[in-house]
């Protein structure tokens, strides 16, 4: 339901700011609505009446879809809907705001008009027409099925085709002012011809855009504002915006402060290593997390994660059912449930997951061992491997696989002689969080190691 109802309102938002503007012009007496208007009925006219015919099937698509409420995508995917919905529809506003009175649906072609080169126009010669793609693709990821898909392209070729009518008729209106703006600003979204630097700034923009749209749904996700680390996406999204702005300036040759040559290395040798450990720490860090685990270990542990009462956390819920599937394949291992009871809970972890696999899942009750005393990762592996008691016996972590790395790193560093990864689900979309966080969680875990 809530997906539906955040669907909704984006579609609400875009089409009241579509219909609020036409009201607006026609008390000024202008008619905003030019689609298909043309007494010539020559391609442009056709073109615009398919275009018309288009727009109005893909909302009505879309109300079915969301009313069906099913999708054929996973959650990632209805998210990144949900924010390019959102963006589709400031986006369009700000192209609507831009045009003012000149703003039209369809070619006016008995009107005369000065061509809009400010605001968002600046950066897009079509924003409107980019405001109806984001708001389409938007609410087709989010309620994706084949019906909608094939709608929504429809529609968006209809527009492009639109786009090239417009622009004919633009470069015929205005001439080589029309020319040097269209050498200037791209179709769809770009600051001229592609260069290193505004390819750069690209990156840096989309980057920082996401971070923050990103930031407010592990607040929605997460738990809010005690989710650990999520003030992260806002510093990345400062500093993205801040290299934008720097990169802008360079390109448009407006730089106040010029940075010493050797400093620009220095700065990019850094980045580049840094983001080089990255990459490498990441790629570790999902390949623990994509493991397949070893079949018969003689135990595995289950890494508590913290409790609601008595109710185990939603990170927590899916290790617990990981170890339950990997209990019933595999009969002869034993498991140990490791976690003790936090200021806020009223069981241990350890309880809470003996209650789950033997209550929920049918686990046998000799096959799991309690271990209730600790209270971070470190203790879970030390206190387990003292009731195991063999550093050779083969031993599987069930943890989320965000988590599996440096699970393994710690379980290795106590004394764990064969040890491999039983990875649970990493919960998404707050997951990308947790595989970014972990990245620090590592570098903790080396240098408390090596320093």
Same mark, same amino acid.
Do not use: L, N, P, W
């Given at each position: 339901m809530t997906y539906r109802l955040i669907a909704l309102f984006w579609l609400a +938002?875009?089409?009241?700011?579509?219909? *609020?503007?036409m009201l607006i012009q026609k008390r000024k007496g202008i008619v905003t609505n030019q689609i298909a208007?043309?007494?010539?009925?020559?391609?442009?006219?056709?073109?615009?009446? +398919?275009?018309?015919?288009?727009?109005? *099937?893909v909302p009505v698509a879309e109300i079915i879809s969301i009313v069906l409420g099913t999708s054929g995508l996973t959650i990632i995917w209805r998210v990144i809907g949900i924010h390019l919905a959102f963006l589709g529809d400031l986006v369009f506003l700000m192209a609507v705001v831009t045009m003012k009175d000149s703003w039209r649906a369809g070619v006016a072609r008995e009107e005369k008009r000065g061509l809009i080169k400010s605001g968002i126009y600046k950066y897009s010669r079509n924003p409107a027409f980019l405001g109806f793609d984001m708001v389409y693709i938007g609410v087709m990821l989010m309620f994706f099925n084949p019906v909608l898909l094939v709608i929504t392209a429809w529609a968006m070729v209809m527009l492009h085709l639109q786009i090239l009518q417009e622009e004919e008729y633009l470069e015929g209106e205005f001439g080589e002012e029309y020319r040097e703006y269209k050498a200037q600003t791209s179709r769809y979204a770009g600051y001229g011809k592609p260069t290193p630097a505004k390819i750069l700034m690209y990156i840096y923009f989309v980057l920082g855009v996401w971070s923050v749209m990103y930031f407010f749904t592990c607040l929605a996700y997460g738990g809010g504002l005690k989710l650990s680390w999520v003030w992260l996406w806002i510093l990345i999204a400062v500093f993205s915006f801040i290299r934008v702005f720097m990169l802008k300036r360079k390109i448009d040759g407006t730089e106040r402060i010029r940075f010493p040559e050797p400093l620009i290395w220095i700065y990019?040798?850094?980045f580049v290593a840094v983001l080089g450990v990255f990459i490498i720490m990441e790629a570790r860090i999902i390949g623990a997390m994509t493991a397949t685990p070893e079949k018969n270990l003689d135990y595995i542990i289950v890494l508590g994660a913290g409790l609601r009462g008595t109710e185990p956390s939603n990170p927590y819920r899916v290790r617990i059912q990981k170890a339950a599937e990997y209990l019933k394949d595999n009969e002869v291992t034993l498991a140990v449930a490791s976690g003790g009871q936090g200021k806020h809970e009223s069981i241990s972890e350890a309880e809470c997951a003996r209650r789950k696999l033997t209550e929920s899942y049918g686990i046998a009750d000799y096959r799991i061992i309690m271990e209730e005393k600790s209270t971070d990762t470190e203790e879970n592996l030390k206190y387990s491997l003292e009731i195991i008691g063999d550093l050779s016996k083969r031993v599987g972590i069930v943890t989320n696989g965000f988590h599996e790395l440096r699970a393994l790193s710690i379980a290795k560093n106590i004394g764990y002689e064969n040890v491999s990864s039983v990875p649970a689900v990493t919960l998404m979309p707050v997951g990308i969080h947790y595989t970014v966080r972990e990245f620090f969680g590592m570098v903790e875990f080396y240098l408390k190691q090596y320093l």
């Open positions: +938002v875009f089409y009241g700011i579509y219909f *609020a503007k208007k043309s007494k010539v009925h020559d391609k442009s006219y056709y073109i615009e009446m +398919v275009m018309k015919y288009a727009t109005i *099937a990019r040798g850094v």
